[in-house]
């Protein structure tokens, strides 16, 4: 392969990014970042949990993303009463002169682009119906496999503020999310250019960066460029140190021997469980984007600090004790950040 080949690769990657990302911005006003990060997610083939106060815009983020990208969309409004079938299909019966069939009937996880909405509404047994689709582009409705069409991106929304009907996602579900995002209340001044831009005639719109017919395999070959980008082993030592310093000492789970980083006392005191294996992929796959975006083909420490709180901090496990002092997992993160920054110098 000649140098211009990748360069040129390269490029396109951060035109296509540019592009969505200026697409969102004409309907989404302010979180610049946030949605960086969910287009990271997005191109790292991963999936994304965010968790914002009602009216910050979740939901039209994640629909003005499937119109950008001009991949079929579907919502699902996460409730008590739903049930798994009502989420992956259902096989009915087909009758016609001469026998009965079963026929499956494909439910609305069968999209490119997934909304979950307010996934913290539904019961556990429902939630755990997106596990397989999630991991493995696949779902198993009464013994027989489906397979979905790729690219498949479930964005899962969590409201904070409310805890009354709610089951908290267990650790397991939220080890499947890439990154978890957090949509921040909006300025001043962002408040101001939201209510006067969304209560007049004209309304601003998305239009698609892909031709309908193209979408798919454009967003595969993107994302098969994101796992051609190059990490120095140094660099992956680097990734699993950080997850490393996430297990508290002494726990159970940690692997023996001392850990690469002198251990954090706030880790220590406010952690039960660290990040899995799961983590340390995330981080080394968000970086990867990340490079392309800075025009390499190479990750750098940067890089992997850049997305660390969005990759690990869903994976702590935090005991009472953090609970009663209020604390925020991503700070802990970024204390390991720190440390682990320090450490290298």
Partial sequence: MSLETPQRAVRDFQDTFQRLRDQLGRVIIGHGEILEQILVAFFAGGHVLIEGVPGTGKTLIVRSLGEALNLSFNRIQFTV?????????????????????????????????????????????????LLEAMAELQVTVAGTTYRLEPPFFVLATLNPIEMEGTYPLP??????????????????????????????????AVEPVFDSNEAAQRVEALRALVREVLVAPPLEGYAATLVRATLPPGSKFAPPGPSPLPADEQISRYVSFGSSPRGGQALLLGAKVRALLDGRVNVSYDDIDAVAVPALNHRLVLNFAAVADAVDPRQLIERVVQTAKRARR
């Fill in 81 to 129: 009463d739903l049930m798994p079938a009502d989420i992956t299909g259902t096989r009915i019966v087909v009758e016609d002169k001469k026998q009965r069939d079963l026929r499956f009937v494909p439910g609305p996880l069968f999209c490119n682009v997934l909304l979950a909405d307010e996934i913290n509404r539904a019961t556990p047994k429902t939630q755990s119906a």
């Fill in 171 to 204: 650790e397991a579900q939220l080890d499947r999310f890439l990154f978890k995002v957090f949509l921040t209340y909006p300025t001043h001044a962002e408040m101001q250019q939201i209510i006067g831009s969304t209560t007049g005639n004209g309304l601003a």
